[in-house]
């Protein structure tokens, strides 16, 4: 499941590979990470989504309410700071980390409602990857 996570977001990041891109620096990755992420946070978005998904309740949070086109970027950009700031990696690897999960809950509720996964296993097990 998560190859097809990362191949949806693939898919969806192509269009942005075709412009010209210069990594963040240390501190915009540092300033970022810290702004964008914290366990606390974390904790919220995973906690309300266990209920949305075992209770039907929306999950309201900021990583919630959040558009896949806020996602994106981040994570593209947390993945970046790795090489640009490696002393700092451990922060950069959650921040990344919760928002892919962001993107893989997204992805999956959405394969779940349009009833795709009977697709996706047929075309799986056909080898197409």
């Not at 590979?17 to 915009?28: I, K, M």
């Not at 690897?93 to 009833?115: F, G």
Request: charged share 20%; hydrophobic share 40%.
């Amino acid at each position: 499941m998560k190859t097809f996570v990362f191949g949806i977001v693939s898919l969806l990041l192509a269009p942005i590979a075709v412009t010209q891109h210069h990594a963040p620096l240390a501190a915009q990755c540092q300033a970022d990470a810290n702004l964008w992420y914290n366990t606390e946070k974390a904790t919220e978005y995973l906690n309300a989504e266990t209920a949305r998904i075992q209770s039907g309740i929306p999950n309201r949070t900021e990583g919630g309410r959040m558009s896949l086109r806020e996602v994106l970027p981040r994570i593209t950009e947390m993945g970046e700071c790795f090489e640009v700031d490696p002393a700092h990696s451990h922060l950069y690897h959650d921040a990344e980390d919760y928002y892919a999960t962001i993107m893989h809950d997204r992805v999956t509720s959405y394969v779940n409602r349009h009833n795709l996964m009977p697709q996706i296993f047929a075309e799986d097990d056909a080898g197409k990857r």
